[in-house]
């Protein structure tokens, strides 16, 4: 089953913060983000695994509540280039297969 | 450079015809998948292959068919069953394919129109 993002759609100003949430039903084994901009492929933000460990930029964070099968990712000190859409793909059951499951998506526009 | 190529770019298609979007990896992964993406919407499942002469449907395969016969190589042909194709198609890969700990690179996509 499809992951929920909330909110749908943000702006903000240059330097603001915000935070984007995917929220499943089903108990996760890992979250995997994602950044696209118009037109392009999708480009790796983050991981976050079951357990604790994660992998990702520097400069991105999120978090994984495994209890309650969330995951949040927090963008702060916002740029232009933070622009685009954000999508979370979720991972089911005991892992290993790779297979994710995307939400539909969450739009951010950064305006100066 | 290492990456993932998809071609064409842009794909027209009569209705009734049968089309193939080619994707090609020079990573060295293991595993491939494609997507579909509709506007505005996120990225469905379409098939995805963890090994060479192996793979596995997704949640959207009805009307689709794929083959995994090189380990750089998972063309998707997109078949006159499909009702709806007008898509925009995404190719990735991952290395270790049985691992959650890798992302998916992503090629840059095919649009297909059907005419």
């Known amino acids: 089953q499809q992951p929920v993002q909330s909110p749908q759609a943000v702006i903000l100003r240059e330097g603001e913060d915000a935070v984007i949430n995917c929220s499943s039903s089903?108990?996760?084994?890992?979250v995997h983000w994602y950044r696209q901009k118009h037109g392009e492929a999708p480009v790796f933000l983050m991981i976050?695994?079951?357990?604790?460990e994660q992998k990702g930029h520097e400069k991105i964070s999120a978090s994984f509540n495994e209890k309650k099968q969330q995951s949040s990712l927090y963008l702060t000190a916002s740029q232009l280039s933070y622009s685009g859409t954000y999508f979370c793909?979720?991972?089911?059951?005991?892992?290993?297969?790779?297979?994710?499951?995307f939400g539909q998506g969450t739009t951010l526009q950064v305006k100066p | 450079d290492g990456g993932i190529t998809q071609s064409p770019k842009y794909l027209f298609r009569k209705e009734g015809q049968n089309v193939t979007l080619s994707c090609e990896q020079n990573?060295?992964?293991?595993?491939m998948y494609w997507y579909r993406q509709d506007p505005g919407q996120g990225l469905r499942l379409i098939y995805y292959?963890?090994?060479?002469?192996?793979?596995q449907k997704g949640d959207i395969a009805e009307g689709y068919s794929v083959s995994r016969e090189k380990k750089e190589s998972f063309p998707l042909t997109v078949t006159s069953a499909q009702k709806n194709p007008t898509a925009f198609y995404l190719c990735?890969?991952?290395?270790?394919?049985?691992?959650?700990?890798?992302?998916?690179?992503f090629g840059p996509g095919t649009r297909l129109t059907v005419l």
């Open positions: 990735a890969s991952s290395s270790q394919g049985l691992s959650s700990y890798n992302e998916q690179f």
């Open positions: 089903k108990a996760l084994y890992s």
């Open positions: 976050l695994l079951k357990g604790g």
């Open positions: 793909g979720t991972e089911d059951g005991s892992g290993n297969t790779g297979k994710l499951i």
């Open positions: 990573l060295n992964h293991d595993a």
């Open positions: 292959s963890q090994i060479v002469n192996d793979f």
